[in-house]
């Protein structure tokens, strides 16, 4: 893990984190100040997430064709560009709503190209004993950057206007793509390209058809997205609202508290990762178990400070449970095809959980919260049939 690749790696994927948070923070201030209406905010995370599902669905097609740096690097720097338009529009008033949302959707789409590439890189710079610690640090940044981030953006958004602020953006970009470009080339697939275009979009899924392991990690990684559909914003904050009956500034303390849980068991993984993965065939039960009753618990909890305590359990055990899965998931893929393998898994999850925000939206009119995160706790305990199953396999 000490070596410049990894380096490069994560210091580069912290300066975009931190970009696109920040990014968003402005998008969405912008969109706000140009329309001032709800319906646009919350056309925002639809946008960004149908955009991801169709671009993870089309990277086998970019993966076949071309180097993961250059997906990583070029897409970061494709992303720069597009942010320079953005401000751009602003300055001299070029833009209206949709052409706001336009941009932003092609930026998302982006996104789904250099998520999986990013992940599949890990395998090929770092030792197979060390990749658990590898996958915790990297989990470590991740989670402290998205704790800090939001509340910097929050905070810069009152000293600077979003001009400023897309300004900034563009400066972490410029300097992730940097780090980006400075990454090995990775061997290419061994994808034959006579294939038909059309056939290749079900490479990812072909390989997951043909592994029992992967196919039970596949099964786990849907339920799990079928069941974090009920902490999205809208549901928290009907569960502040009608169950805890408080202000809405204990929306914002449970969701400190989740992102807590995640940097304490991200650390603990990277400084205990021998002892995580010696185990680990414990731990993903346990983890998933632990998961299902502390949302069962929240789910009927009227006390603020306890529903403090069971997000932060929540965030701790999910997060070792991501790990850990996202380190079976690295072992048990062939390297050559780990990209398509990461981009059919991106595809699966924003899918289910689309649909199942959707779905959750239709339910909460017709019951209550409590049983909107019941049937999320039983999902999740759902996920110990393919658990087991993986364990033996």
Known sequence: ????SFRHLWIGQALANMGDILYIVALISLIHAVTGSPVFLTAVPLVITFSRFISSAMAPLLLNRSQMKSLIAYSQLAKTLL????????????????????????????DGWALPARNAYIPFIVKREELMGANGFLSTVDQTIQFSSWALGGLLLTLLNESLLFILVILLFLASTLYMLKLPVIPGTTLQQKKYWWKQFGEGWSEVRKNERLRNIFFIYGL??????????????LYVDLVLDRSEAWWGFINSSFFIGLVIASFLVFKL?????RRRDEWLPVC?????????????????????????IFGAFDQIKTIVLQTYLQESS???EIGKIYAAQGALTTLLFGLSSLGVGILLEITSVQIIFTI?????????IPIQSLRKA
Request: charged share 5%.
């Open 1 to 4: 893990m000490a070596s410049k």
């Open 224 to 237: 799990e997205a079928a069941a974090g559909a009920v902490w999205i914003a809208a549901v928290l904050y």
């Open 334 to 336: 062939p390297y050559e």
């Open 376 to 384: 999320s706790a039983i999902l999740l305990i759902l996920t110990l």
């Open 273 to 277: 990762h021998g002892f995580f993965s």
């Open 83 to 110: 942010l320079i338009l953005f401000l751009v529009m602003i300055l001299y008033s070029m833009g209206n709503v949709w052409l706001y949302l336009g941009v932003a959707s092609v930026i998302s789409f982006l």
């Open 288 to 312: 998933m178990i632990m998961t299902s009753l502390a949302t069962l618990a929240f789910a009927w909890n009227k006390a603020a400070l306890f529903a403090l305590v069971l997000s932060l």
